[in-house]
């Protein structure tokens, strides 16, 4: 199995997700860059599909401190920085994990250096009981930044309020943004569909 893609849609181009961008797309405003091609994707999908029913443990439970149990499921290797976790098939990989959604740093976001656009997300959704993820969503940096409503209007809103609030460069805002585990799985569940699920079915 693998993502499916639309009527259409062609493995050789590159995209955002759900739809190509092009020069007059909100997204280009903050300079993101095309994410690899759907081989590329397809490749981590079967990788992560296979290595679904081994991501369970008390690790799965942990707050924080997981990013080494998920790296040795998917056979990732651990390259912690800013932007990312782990790289795996020369993907970088970051993290993130919940039950009902996850946290994200608008700041971050909003300016994401050259080697941070080609970053793909993974959330983890998972059983706090069982101690075991259920599904995998894989997220591609243009439709997270979407998803965020991030553009070079709300970007430079944000810079605004951080130099009203913390004029000192080196002082830091936390200034972040909640996307339910729903939207979660509808950003990664447009075509083509990014969500892996345990059941091997979208629920």
Known sequence: MGP???????????????????DQDNLSNLNVTRISDMDDLNKLWIRIESALPRMKGQWVGKASGYEP?????????????????????????????????????LIRYCHLPKEGREVLTLFLHYDKVALAVRDVFIITMGSLIEALQLNRASTAAIDRVRTLLHPSKDSRLNFQSRLTTDELRRIAGHPPNLVISLEGRLR
């Open 4 to 22: 499916r893609t639309g009527h259409g849609m062609s493995k050789t181009n590159r995209y955002y997700g759900a739809r190509r961008i092009n």
């Open 69 to 105: 149990d998920f790296a040795r499921c998917i056979g990732a290797d651990l390259k912690k920085t800013t932007y990312w976790d782990m790289e795996v098939m020369g993907l970088r990989i970051e993290v993130k994990k919940g039950q009902t959604g996850g946290w994200f740093d």
